[in-house]
């Protein structure tokens, strides 16, 4: 019993120690600083030697997101213990797919979504000139509107060199504060960096943040670095022609890397350091059995099955957070079984999944609205819903009759859930039964849902079947 | 030997020439001889004797020495009541100094121009230069000035330097060490030289002590006095030196000067460091005034270039690159552009009362009034206490002396420029171009429209249109030729005129251009109705505004296309009032479409006349004019690769900033490719930009990363794109629908023995592509009804996914 609980502290600690190295970026993009062909030295040059020669540059990152170049980590909201990390994994997987920006500003609430490769650029340059460097972040889903970004680039200004700030100044006085700014800190041989994220959303309108930001880099007194991230790649598109002329065009472009390199990060990322804390015994077997877990035919299946979906570094590190989840608390050692649920919880498929758990009612619901749209009717509401369920139930007498009211009530539910959506916004004050509705999910979803259906009566995969192959 | 032959700096030259013209102004002095180069030397490891490294503990010889001065004499100067002392001492070869009854009757302040005598005399009257005690001093000269406390006698200032080793002050030719600044005769030094060394020479003892070899210095003789210059006071702090800023007589006859303090590193916060210059000064923003008798003589305190460029200039030659901030203990570079320190401390006077200074220029010892300068200094200290808000408008001229750097950072000095780097810099857009190529014609025919309406006595309002692309040079040339103009108005050749420039693209709204020029002309704010009132009033002939009425404006619009407002009445009333009578008004209007006018309503286009100036895009000889001409003394790019780049550029765009940009990409890459291989590489064709990096460079700017993105998408991505391009040609129609995708996708997959996708990843991966905008789709919360659509021509992805290593089968779709 001692030592079985010794063991769980053990693993616990391990895990510990794992997610430590999994949320730090340090760890993650070590390999990056080695090589001298990286995004990552690349930008440090540019910058430090902006910093360095005095000089204006502005650069554009652009890449799918989760190449390292913006993160969104739901790795730190999970960080904290085990159930709730299952809650928000997967409300995370299902915000995921139902919809981007909805999770891009929740995420950015918790945790804010630094740009990996960016902050590490900037912590070295820090280091190597302390006292030289100041960063001002904007983030265009922010701050896409000029008063309000000026205002944001003066507070940040403010707070970095002790000055006292105002609410109450105006978007010109806080304009010519910035380009103050500039000037005194290009005389005092202090570059200013401005990190501005989603670079596209500050392309709306008349862009006169950028312009001024780039108009006033023109002088010899600035010393100013803009960085834009980006994954749109048409960003620099966006701009308008006199401020892409004032643009240095620099381009640096984020990709996925390959198979290869993402196995070796795994493999580095998995294995426990020898100088860890942990029992060196313990250790080693682990470190062993990852060695031939690695190496085994099977791994090789899930890890491409994983990259075929999604090859970005965020995507790897998060299935990797749950393979350390699913970790063998016993025995403290990783085993195919933990890769294997991981892989599993990635893939989730949340429409099926809600699918899963819809009462026989709702599912004769879709059922109808998929034959409805089968007979090329392309506008429909509950009432013409209603009537084929009718119809259906008139051919079949099957016991699963319903009053309208019931059916009302289920019709709603699968309106909340989205499986189910009104064609169109018009006619908000019409009553529900009336509006044109549309079915969100495929007729091949459907069926294969009502296959794996335990609980679904014959019928209904009759029903779906014949009209297709009618 | 000949003086005059010896190309690097030696002492002898004016230091030991006795008639040192005095009153000549700095600048006169600057001989553009070769220049030598200040380069940046580390400290030695231990102290060198020259110059102590604290003023608390100045040498032990000092010290004796300075006991050694009749005490008497320091009592009678210490200005209980003001006597005037000669500062200045002719190198008489006797070192007694002058009594005060002496130098009375020589006290009578003789101004430069006897018809100015002081009409009020309860009043302060201000001067731009006053000679005395037989030295001319006006405002802006460097000076060095006595300690008030002083220990220091004033009575000895040699000229001559003594040897450091034979401790004469022969006529011989002397050189100077770089390290510890002694001098040193060339026949004293072992082994003795023959001419003046080119480049940097340490003196013997200085060698020993940098190679760790302890040295005995040469002691003086017995009884003999080592005799400092003033140089060697003021860095030893026993003299100060000061910039002077303003000259005034008071009331009751005495010439004061108010004075900005240089100090010594030494005396910093941050102390010496060991990559300041020898003779580093900083300045200071500390102000005082004091009595004109306190000040010295001359010394010439110069800026890196001036400094560079000065040579022979004798011994009280300093560099100043910094400001030091006294009250926050950090440096600041000195602006290049900023001439007079007033504008800078004190923005409540605006830039274009700087036309004062004109008008005061003509008849030169004008006189000022009370209120002006003092008062304006002590605004600024009490202003200081106040904690405003730095980026309100008052707290933004006085809250921002806290930016600063603690230190110098070393890699500012300590860095030889490589010819890349030299290349890089020059290239910079931010960098003004001595001069500007190929807008010859355009600038004459700007510079004939401007003076032909300023130099009319009528002053007729007049609109000048300016279209071209970006980058062709459009505000630029305009600028040059106003800063053309303005140096002709100083040496008085054209009526004077103030000068508006605005920016319509940093406008907060168009309406707010009133604001802007009400405020540049008059100095106030004022809401934009209030401010159009008095503007109109202003250009009508009524009420004028500010201080200048009669002088025509020059207003220069940059972007003139952001006026536009719904009814157009900004660019109305902008455009108007050039054509009341007595306006004197000017205006310049920049945009880049060439049919802006023919945009507006007609009431304005006519307004807006018909002289228009068309900046045509660079074509490549010009690109490559303006690219070697900046690039010139600089060996660091290959003549085609220049070539290259302005024929693409042109090709493109002609857009000069692009041309410069790209040039500097390269220069970039060669740079890179340099430091990554090491500095060993001594190769010189490598270091060189070629055609290759060239080319990099260009690949970044003008290709678009899509085909790159394409060919690293996850393999269900790329299955993706083909089954969009298959469905189109299938189709005909641009958009497919989600449902139809996947269904495809998904019959590929089976067909081929991939493993089958879930419709959510699907999904997700069409998000995931649609937000790198490779694809156009809607919302995914759409599901099976979302409609998609390529973003890229089809072919582009027929290309990039031709050849896709993990999956073969995939090209037999398209």
Redo the contacts between chains.
């Keep these: 019993m001692a030592a079985a609980a010794a063991a769980a502290s053990v693993a616990s600690q391990a895990q510990a120690v794992l997610r430590g190295r999994l949320c730090d970026q340090a760890v993650v993009h070590s390999a990056l600083r080695s090589s001298?062909d990286t995004n990552y030295s690349?930008l440090k040059?540019?910058v430090a030697?902006s910093v360095?020669?005095?000089?204006?540059n502005s650069v554009l990152l652009?890449?799918?997101?989760g190449c390292g170049k913006a993160a969104v980590r739901f790795s730190f909201l999970v960080y904290s213990s085990a159930p709730l990390s299952a809650v928000f994994s997967d409300a995370g997987v299902v915000f995921?797919?139902?919809?981007?920006?909805a999770i891009y500003d929740f995420t950015l609430w918790v945790v804010s979504a630094w740009t990996e490769v960016v902050d590490m650029v900037l912590d070295d340059l820090k280091k190597d000139?302390p006292?030289?460097i100041s960063v001002i972040r904007l983030n265009g889903m922010l701050h896409s509107d000029d008063?309000c970004a000026t205002k944001e680039i003066?507070r940040q200004?403010?707070l970095e060199?002790?000055?006292?700030?105002?609410k109450?100044?105006?978007?010109?006085?806080?304009?010519?504060?910035m380009i103050?700014?500039l000037?005194?800190?290009?005389?005092?041989?202090?570059t200013i960096i401005f990190v501005l994220e989603e670079f596209d959303l500050f392309a709306q309108g008349?862009q006169?943040l950028l312009?001024?930001l780039l108009?006033a880099?023109?002088?010899?007194?600035?010393q100013a670095v803009v960085i834009g991230v980006s994954?749109?790649?048409?960003a620099d598109?966006l701009l308008e022609?006199?401020v892409?002329?004032?643009f240095?065009?620099?381009?640096l472009?984020f990709?996925?890397s390959s198979v290869d390199s993402l196995q070796r990060l795994m493999e580095h990322l998995l294995a426990l350091p020898e100088d860890s804390p942990l029992p060196t015994k313990y250790v080693r077997e682990y470190n062993a059995r990852i060695t031939s877990i690695f190496n085994d035919k099977k791994f090789k299946g899930i890890l491409s099955?994983l990259?075929?979906?999604?090859?970005t570094t965020s995507h790897i590190l998060r299935f990797l957070f749950r393979v350390v989840s699913y970790m063998d608390i016993d025995s403290g050692l990783l085993s195919m079984q933990s890769f294997m649920n991981a892989l599993s919880s990635m893939?989730?498929?949340?429409?099926?999944d809600s699918l899963q758990d819809l009462s026989i009612l709702e599912l004769y619901i879709l059922v109808c609205m998929n034959r409805l749209e089968d007979k090329e009717k392309s506008s429909y509401n509950f009432i013409t819903i209603m009537k084929e369920y009718k119809s259906v139930q008139d051919a079949y007498k099957t016991s699963d009759k319903y009053s309208h009211t019931v059916c009302f009530r289920a019709f709603e539910h699968l309106l909340d859930r989205?499986l189910i959506?009104f064609a169109d916004n018009k006619g908000r004050n019409q009553a529900l039964e009336y509006r044109p509705v549309?079915?969100?999910?495929?007729s091949?979803?459907l069926a294969e849902s009502l296959k794996l259906n335990t609980t679904c009566p014959a019928v209904l995969q009759k029903l779906l079947d014949r009209e297709r192959y009618m | 030997m000949d003086l005059s032959a010896t190309p690097s700096r030696s002492k002898s030259g004016l230091r030991s020439s006795p008639r040192k013209p005095v009153a000549a102004p700095a600048v006169a002095q600057m001989d553009l001889s070769t220049p030598s180069k200040p380069t940046p030397r580390r400290k030695p490891k231990a102290p060198p004797v020259a110059a102590p490294m604290s003023p608390v503990t100045p040498s032990s010889v000092r010290r004796s020495s300075r006991l050694l001065e009749t005490p008497t004499k320091v009592t009678s100067e210490t200005p209980v009541k003001p006597t005037p002392t000669p500062k200045r001492k002719r190198a008489a070869p006797s070192p007694s100094p002058k009594t005060p009854t002496q130098s009375e009757p020589k006290r009578q302040r003789q101004r430069q121009r006897q018809r100015q005598q002081p009409k009020k005399p309860k009043k302060r009257a201000y001067y731009r230069k006053v000679v005395y005690d037989g030295g001319e001093f006006a405002a802006g000269d460097d000076v060095y000035v006595k300690r008030r406390d002083g220990a220091e006698s004033d009575a000895e200032d040699p000229e001559a330097e003594e040897c450091r080793v034979c401790f004469r002050a022969g006529a011989a030719v002397m050189v100077e060490c770089d390290v510890c600044l002694g001098g040193f005769h060339l026949r004293c030094v072992r082994p003795p030289l023959r001419r003046v060394p080119e480049g940097d020479w340490a003196c013997p003892y200085c060698e020993a002590e940098r190679a760790g070899k302890a040295i005995e210095r040469p002691k003086p003789p017995e009884g003999k006095r080592i005799v400092r210059t003033a140089k060697e006071k003021l860095l030893s702090s026993d003299l100060w030196a000061a910039r002077i800023e303003s000259l005034w007589r008071e009331p009751d006859g005495i010439f004061w000067a108010k004075v900005r303090w240089y100090i010594i590193p030494e005396e910093t916060a941050a102390g010496r460091q060991p990559h300041n210059l020898r003779r580093e000064l900083y300045r200071t923003n500390d102000l005082a005034d004091i009595e004109m008798e306190t000040i010295l003589r001359h010394c010439y305190v110069m800026s890196p270039k001036e400094f560079k460029d000065a040579s022979d200039q004798g011994d009280d030659v300093f560099y100043c690159e910094y400001e030091y901030d006294i009250h926050w203990h950090n440096f600041k570079r000195l602006a290049d552009i900023d001439d007079e320190p007033e504008t800078k401390e004190d923005p409540g006077d605006e830039p274009y009362n700087a036309g004062n200074d004109y008008v005061s220029d003509s008849d030169e010892d004008s006189e000022y009034d009370e209120e002006e300068e003092p008062t304006k200094c002590s605004s600024a200290r009490t202003h200081q206490s106040h904690a405003l808000a730095a980026n309100l408008r008052k707290g933004r001229t006085y809250g921002l002396q806290k930016i600063g750097i603690r230190k110098i950072p070393e890699h500012v000095r300590c860095h030889q420029k490589t010819n890349l780097e030299k290349a890089k810099a020059t290239l910079l857009l931010a960098t003004l171009p001595k001069s500007l190529p190929c807008r010859d014609k355009e600038m004459e025919e700007i510079s004939a429209f401007v003076k032909d309406a300023i130099c009319n006595d009528q002053c007729l309002g007049r609109c000048l249109y300016i279209h071209g692309v970006p980058g062709t040079g459009k505000t630029m040339s305009v600028l040059a030729v106003m800063r053309r103009l303005r140096s002709e108005l100083d040496s008085g050749n054209l009526r004077p005129y103030s000068f508006i420039e605005i920016n319509g693209l940093k406008l907060a709204s168009p309406e707010n251009i009133y604001k802007v020029i009400y405020e540049q002309l008059s100095g106030h704010r004022v809401g934009w109705k209030k401010a159009l009132h008095y503007l109109t009033e202003h250009f009508s002939g009524g009420t004028k505004i500010g201080k200048q009425a009669n002088q025509p404006i020059i207003l220069l619009i940059d972007e003139l296309d952001l006026l536009l407002t719904r009814n157009q009445s900004v660019l109305y009333n902008i455009l108007d009032w050039p054509t009341r009578p007595n306006s004197n008004l000017v205006v310049i209007g920049i945009a880049n479409t060439m049919d802006l006018p023919e945009k507006l309503l007609p009431r304005i286009s006519s307004r807006m006349g018909i002289q228009r100036l068309c900046f045509g895009p660079y074509n490549y000889r010009q690109l490559q004019e303006i690219i070697t001409s900046r690039l010139k003394g600089i060996d660091a790019f290959e003549d085609q690769a220049i070539e290259f780049a302005s024929r693409k550029v042109a090709a493109m765009s002609g857009d000069a900033r692009r041309a410069l940009e790209i040039c500097r990409r390269a220069a970039e890459f060669a740079d890179y490719r340099v430091k990554q291989s090491g500095h060993t590489s001594v190769n010189r064709g490598k270091n060189v930009v070629c055609m290759g990096d060239i080319e990099a460079a260009i690949q970044e700017v003008f290709q678009a990363p899509h085909i790159q993105v394409m060919k690293n998408c996850p393999k269900f991505g790329k299955i993706i794109l083909v089954a969009m391009v298959h469905e189109l040609y299938r189709s005909g129609l641009g958009e497919v629908m989600f449902d139809k995708l996947a269904a495809t996708v998904l019959s590929w997959c089976h067909v081929n023995r991939e493993l089958l996708p879930g419709y959510d990843t699907l999904l997700k991966i069409c998000c995931k592509l649609g937000e790198g905008k490779i694809i156009l789709c809607e919302e995914g919360t759409k599901h099976k009804l979302q409609k998609l659509q390529l973003n890229y021509p089809s072919d582009d992805v027929t290309f990039a996914l031709k050849e896709s290593p993990d999956i073969p089968w995939l090209s037999k779709y398209l």
Excluded at chain 1, 62 to 65: S, V
Excluded at chain 1, 438 to 442: D, F, H, N, R, T
Aim: hydrophobic share 25%; with cysteine.
């Design positions: 001298p690349k040059y540019l030697s360095s020669e005095a000089c204006n652009l890449g799918p997101r995921d797919e139902m919809c981007q920006w000139h006292d030289a008063n003066a200004l403010c060199h002790q000055l006292s700030f105002s109450m100044a105006s978007s010109d006085d806080n304009t010519e504060f103050d700014m000037r005194e800190c290009g005389l005092a041989h202090k008349k006169r312009y001024s108009d880099m023109q002088s010899l007194t600035s994954c749109r790649l048409d598109q022609k006199r892409r002329s004032r240095s065009h620099r381009k472009l990709v996925p099955s990259t075929d979906a999604d090859a893939q989730r498929q949340p429409k099926m989205e959506s549309k079915l969100l999910i495929s091949r979803e």
